[in-house]
């Protein structure tokens, strides 16, 4: 039997608020849920959750402190949707198609929701790339910071936006491409928007948590268990994938990760998702994930990852070295 791994179980107060968001708990005092979470240490996604569970129990406890968190990430939410509106329809009118990623998808599908995005996730195709960065730059935008697979990019003192030429870390351009030719049309502010299917998009959003929790799992000081409390979102985006699309085609999903190798991933947090809401995934989708992906080949990744940990946490202390 494959059991969850320790550094991929949350806190029991995180797993609390989530399970108020998805309904699973009502009752609970407002004061103790208020203690559960320090709101000076804890990372602002956390102390966003504690806000808007308090809001949908009672919003007439909610703390001005609280209340001002919910404001803040609206504030956030509006320049960055500010920023992407300009960056689509200068896209748009160089022929830059573009799909959008993770907080975006969410935004789109349901634009009263609000939800935490330090930055508004989209991608492009590969050999639009360099174009699509250089067009932002010519037109008001500049460079926060240049990464791997992606570019962080800043509408003046505005909005931020992020422009992805890999759906993740070590996404393979095959399963890119896949996924970006089975994206769905949609419309936003007039313009023409590329919506992932469900499949993908819950794809998306798991690799992407687990891909950060490798890296930051490595930088020296990291508390393991805070990793997850500053990416708690991933949980409620699948979860409402998973609740409004009960003909999920998880066979689909298993293999276009497979494309990626990263179809353990897909597996170890289906597990974690069903303790942490359970019953949300059936039986019958577990046991298409566990004849597509063995827990042989679980363990073997797991393994592999242990390693990746290690080497982060070197090159840290390296950086460090080098700093100071």
Known sequence: ??????????????????????????NISINKLIKSVNLYKSPLPLVFLLA??????????????????????????????????????????HNIPVMAQKGLVS??????????????????????????????????????????????????????????????????????????????????????VLIPTPEDRLIIIMCEFYGNFLFEAGSKGTDIRQIFAAHPQWVLDTYKIIHENPGLNWGRIMRTAKMSEYDYQ?????????????????????????????????????KRDKKIVYLHKKNYKIFLDERY
């Open 1 to 26: 039997m494959l059991l969850t791994p320790s550094f991929l179980k949350p806190r029991k107060n995180l797993v609390r608020l989530l399970r108020i968001h998805t309904g699973h708990i009502s």
């Open 52 to 93: 808007t569970a308090i809001y949908k129990i009672d919003k007439s406890q909610l703390p001005k402190q609280l209340a001002g968190v919910i404001s803040h990430e609206k504030i956030g939410n509006a320049m960055n949707m500010a920023a992407f509106q300009k960056i689509l329809k200068l896209y748009s009118e």
């Open 107 to 192: 935004k789109l599908l349901y634009p009263q929701s609000t939800r935490p995005m330090n930055d508004v996730d989209f991608y492009v195709p590969r050999h639009l790339y360099r174009s699509a960065i250089n067009l932002a730059v010519e037109n008001g935008f500049h460079i926060n910071h240049d990464m791997l697979c992606s570019a962080d990019l800043q509408l003046r003192d505005q909005g931020c936006v992020d422009i992805h030429y890999a759906l993740f870390k070590g996404a393979n351009p095959r399963m890119d491409d896949t996924i970006f030719h089975r994206a769905q049309q949609t419309q936003f502010a007039g313009t023409e």
């Open 266 to 302: 897909i597996k170890l947090l289906t597990r974690l998702l069903n303790n942490i809401i359970p019953g949300l995934i059936s039986k019958h989708a577990t046991n298409i994930i566990d004849f597509l992906c063995p827990d042989k080949t679980v363990k073997k990744y797991l």
